[in-house]
């Protein structure tokens, strides 16, 4: 399993995964969020993805599946990125008005440079988001 090594990593992997093509977003028909993948088209969602089969599998059948409550159960490199980066992160995807079916709406590109700024991460390193955020 690769994990990101940095935010600025985790960033760029799941814009440009999710914005590249919404159908991979790993939603249910009520925009419910699912670890483990719902359908061939996806890897999972935003942690999801970086997650073994069992973990998200597991992580799924729980009540309180949220970054939030399951942080201790992530994998020791997702855990050094930061609870609440994670959680930013895992918001960016799940929510419905984030996106549409041509990629990232405006309140998803304003939530993406609300991450950028609120973590302080190097926009040189976020190169490959810009088309997606501009």
């Not at 990101?4 to 799941?14: F, R, S």
């Not at 970054?67 to 930061?82: A, G, I, R, T």
């Not at 609870?83 to 992160?89: H, M």
Request: glycine letters at 4%; hydrophobic letters at 30%.
């Amino acid at each position: 399993m690769k994990y990101p090594e940095t935010k600025e990593q985790m960033l760029v992997e799941t814009v440009v995964y999710y914005a590249t093509d919404t159908s991979r977003r790993n939603t249910d028909l009520n925009d419910t969020c699912k670890y483990y993948p719902l359908h061939d088209n996806t890897e999972g969602c935003a942690i999801g993805r970086y997650l073994s089969e069992e973990l998200a599998k597991k992580l799924d059948k729980d009540d309180l599946s949220g970054v939030s409550y399951k942080f201790n159960e992530l994998p020791v490199e997702l855990q050094k990125l930061d609870k609440y980066y994670l959680e930013r992160i895992q918001n960016l995807h799940d929510s419905p008005i984030t996106w549409n079916s041509k990629g990232l709406t405006e309140f998803g590109i304003k939530r993406i440079k609300d991450i950028i700024e609120d973590f302080e991460l190097d926009e040189n390193k976020l190169t490959q988001i810009q088309k997606y955020i501009s």
